[in-house]
């Protein structure tokens, strides 16, 4: 069974918890485990506040495309936005984990939880646009 929803917002800090709000519904709906719905949760508001922040100049509006999917024993999140070409699996530094909280840099923790609690993550830019689908088996 393929079961999908799609949902378009603008790069607002305050769309998260429309976007949030689906999730928990999705993932009632899909039946899934709590512990797994926490860390699709956790990685979504990390991967769309990155976008929001991010990838559009400041000031400058743009719109996200977050889709949410059931198949095969999984579920998917995708995030499509036309903003800067940003890869973060090869863009971004690894967070320094030994050192201490005083010497570690702010930030970076995000595409860190992602590789640690979703079991695929792929980025790709397609038509001038950064497509990132992280994925979970249930």
Known sequence: MIDSYRI???NELDELATVSQKL???TEKWEVDMGIAMNLSLCLEEALTNVIFYAYPKGESGDILVTFQLESGSV??????????????????EPDLEAS???RQIGGLGIHFIKQF?????????NNKNQIVFSKKI
């Open 24 to 26: 928990e519904e999705l």
């Open 8 to 10: 378009n917002i603008k």
């Open 118 to 126: 979703m079991d695929e993550l792929d980025y790709q830019r397609i």
């Open 101 to 103: 909280i005083e010497d």
């Open 76 to 93: 998917s999140v995708g995030i499509e936005d036309e903003g800067i070409a940003f890869n973060p699996l090869t863009d971004s530094k």
